[in-house]
């Protein structure tokens, strides 16, 4: 597969917390998207599913045996799950070129998570899936939600927590999926992502709450999260919403292109850089050194046959660099999001005015 990024499909990484609906979720927008004569790319990363309800094109399951895994290592139910991840995650190269194969014809890829969701969002296999897919395509993340149990206020705010901490650990443009509205409405939750004092209103209304002080709090913290995400309320049983739902993605799409992408590539480059330099550094300091007598026989063992920075001093100074590259990127990311709130909070008012 070629290193150069591509413009479709977008992939889509639905996640969710069990029972939220993710599979049901998926589901319908297969059929949905099938019904438009725009049939996605479908890939279950679930071992441990019974059954897939979607006509999925690769499956975790053909290459990875959940119940084996874990006889064979001595897991429990969610090791077994790690672990499969972790065995697929060494395969992945061949997913990517499947994909590759079908970009011509597919413009969305969706990929069904397992219901345990840490398993894909705190492994590394996890980071590793998302970031592959994310250096070539497109990537969204999909956070289902489900409605129905997110509207005691408390409930809300944790599934809310968790979403920050999904963006926080994989920087993709963020979608969240409010499932399940042919039972509950998501209007109370809008207007509490909206309307702070809305929120405050349900929290001192909800007498069962013991912890309704940190809740206020926190939804004070996540004004500005709120604010660089879209939201859409579905119903995966009736199909209502999924039209809304691929307006967020063509605009998450853009997001990735316009925002995203550029700040990738430029803290690569950076980290790049950041080496190459070291390196120059090191190698002029050694060059002195040896020129003024001392050390010599190292540097030509060092160098003589074309080796670098091979030594441990010089893997220790590539792990600090790698530690700053993650605190640039830190930075980069709020400095990113402030950016975002900026351009929403003008766009808003360019609307109002
Ligand atoms: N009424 C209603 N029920 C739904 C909707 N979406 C999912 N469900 C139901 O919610 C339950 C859980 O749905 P799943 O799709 O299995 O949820 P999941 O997130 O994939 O579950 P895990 O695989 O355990 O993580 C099932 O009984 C679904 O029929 C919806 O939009 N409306």
């Not at 007498?207 to 859409?232: G, H, K, P």
């Amino acid at each position: 597969m070629s290193t150069e990024k591509k413009e479709k499909p977008v992939c889509l990484l639905v996640l969710g917390m069990a029972g939220s609906g993710k599979t049901t979720f998926v589901q319908r927008l297969t059929s949905h998207l099938t019904a438009k004569g725009k049939a996605p790319y479908v890939i279950n990363l679930d071992p441990a599913c019974r059954e897939v309800p979607y006509p999925a094109n690769i499956d975790i399951r053909d290459t990875v045996n959940y119940k084996e895994v874990m006889k064979q290592y001595t897991l429990g139910p969610n090791g077994g799950i790690v672990t499969s991840l972790n065995l697929f995650a060494t395969k992945f190269d061949q997913v990517m070129k499947l994909l590759d194969k079908r970009s011509a014809t597919t413009d969305i890829a969706i990929f069904d998570t397992p219901g345990q969701i840490e398993v894909f969002t705190w492994s590394a296999s996890g980071s590793i899936i998302a970031e592959t897919l994310a250096a070539f395509y497109p990537t969204l993340v999909v956070y289902v939600m489900d409605t129905v149990r997110s509207v005691s206020p408390v409930t809300f705010m944790s599934n809310m927590l968790y979403a920050v901490s999904i963006l926080y650990k994989l920087k993709l443009p963020f979608i969240i999926v409010l499932n399940k509205i042919d039972i509950v409405s998501h209007q109370h939750a809008l207007e509490w992502m909206q309307d702070y004092t809305a929120f405050d209103a349900a929290l001192n209304a909800d007498e069962t709450s013991y912890n309704v002080n940190l809740a206020r709090s926190m939804s004070l913290v996540l004004d500005e999260f709120y604010e660089t995400i879209r939201t859409v309320g579905v119903s995966s049983a009736t199909g209502e919403g999924f039209d809304d739902f691929l307006a967020a993605v063509t605009l998450a799409e853009t997001e990735y292109k316009e925002d995203y992408r550029p700040e990738h590539e430029r803290l690569l480059k950076l980290q790049a850089e950041g080496k190459s330099k070291e390196r120059e550094k090191k190698n002029t300091a050694m060059f002195t050194k040896d020129y003024q007598g001392e050390g010599s026989e190292i540097f030509l063992r060092n160098h003589a046959v074309g080796g670098d920075s091979s030594d441990d001093e010089g893997e220790e100074r590539e792990a600090e660099l790698d530690d700053e590259y993650d605190v640039q990127k830190h930075q980069s990311f709020r400095q990113f999001l402030e950016e975002q709130k900026k351009k929403q909070l003008s766009k808003s008012n360019n609307a109002s005015s």
